[in-house]
């Protein structure tokens, strides 16, 4: 999509919705706009039917706010909380089946390779835990092993929540939800460590609480995996409605969880996206 | 939406770390005089950024 296609015919101006037009007069696209420019634009997502105080629809929102190219992203989703919120989302996305996220956008990501080979066309899958973590892991996996330029971006809840509450793989040990009144049995899903092993060349955890951060990491990650390998992104998410907190303290309780090291945020680059991340940023890194 | 977040204009300074907290899009924006204001039909109080305000200038009711 280039920006042409937005633009809307002068006849028809006065037809179009409000939206609509607000979005094509102080829309992000082509402006490469960062966390510290919300606020003062459009944003991609016009509104969305998630609870109050959710951290998943704070981390969807700053993550939409950084892309580097919207008018050439194309957002692969899946079942869960997020899917609820993308039909509202100004951009080409594709709803896949449960846990399939991550093969349809390998297909994508080649079919556009052929399409646009001069272009760099960003596929980025956001999915939910359940999605990335339990049902979609062995796609997910192979398409690491298999190293396609795709971003891979998990919100982690740490529940399936819209659903009621079931346990996850990435729910902590011992959490006591709604569908898991005994508490769960084994440890959370170690998921950074497993996408580096897998052959991810920049993997972070990243969460709301720090948006500049958060930023910065989905920035490289999209970023990285124009040219040098696949990337994954995790990024906390806590719900207040399964975890039973109140909204307001979405935040603390994820300053909580990091101060008490139950959450640990890291970044891990490897050599050639380090190098290649250097070239980009004009040699000032501050790791 | 039964409830919606006020602003106080004297308190504000306009740090904006209320936008980088609101999980609602579009519902805080920056005015030119470097005040925010709430679109209060969409604001759905779940008062995450009169947690993060510094200056106490949000009041949820």
Redesign the interface.
């Known amino acids: 999509m280039s920006k042409d296609f937005l633009r809307i015919s002068p006849a028809f101006e006065d037809v179009m919705p409000a939206e609509y037009r607000e979005l094509v007069a102080s829309g992000p696209y082509g402006k490469g706009y960062g966390i510290s420019d919300l606020g003062s634009h459009k944003e991609l997502l016009e509104e969305h039917p998630l609870c109050a105080g959710c951290g998943l629809a704070l981390s969807l929102r700053l993550t939409l706010s950084v892309l580097p190219a919207p008018e050439d992203t194309v957002i692969v989703g899946s079942t869960g909380c997020s899917a609820l919120a993308f039909p509202q989302v100004a951009l080409h996305n594709i709803h896949s089946l449960f846990g399939n996220q991550n093969a349809v956008a390998s297909g994508l990501k080649r079919a556009l390779k052929l399409r646009f080979p001069d272009k760099h066309k960003d596929v980025v899958v956001v999915a939910g835990d359940g999605a990335t973590a339990d049902i979609g892991l062995d796609m997910v996996m192979q398409s690491w092993f298999r190293g396609e330029l795709i971003t891979t971006i998990m919100l982690d809840n740490e529940a399936y929540a819209n659903t009621g509450g079931q346990e996850s793989g990435m729910s902590p040990k011992g959490a006591v939800l709604y569908m898991a009144p005994k508490g769960k049995k084994f440890q959370k899903v170690n998921m950074p460590e497993l996408a580096r092993e897998a052959g991810c060349v920049y993997v972070a955890a990243v969460s709301p609480a720090n948006p500049k951060r958060l930023g910065k990491a989905i920035k490289r990650a999209i970023l990285v995996a124009r040219e040098v390998g696949p990337t994954y992104v995790q990024i906390f998410a806590p719900c207040p409605t399964n975890f039973k907190f109140k909204p307001q303290e979405t935040i603390k309780r994820i300053k909580e969880r990091e101060k008490d090291g139950t959450y640990l945020m890291r970044e891990y680059i490897s050599p050639e996206a380090q190098e290649y991340l250097a070239a980009m940023e004009g040699g000032t890194k501050d790791e | 939406m039964y409830g919606a977040v006020k602003v106080d204009e004297e308190k504000c300074n306009g740090c ?1 770390l209320c ?8 519902v ?3 005015l030119k005089t470097k005040k ?1 204001t709430v679109n209060q039909d ?1 604001c ?5 950024c ?3 305000c510094p200056k106490e200038a949000l009041t ?1 009711n």
Not at chain 2, 19 to 26: A, E, G, M, Y
């Open positions: 904006k936008v980088f907290s609101c999980p609602d899009p579009n805080l924006t920056l925010i969409r759905k109080a779940c008062g995450l009169a947690s993060v949820v």
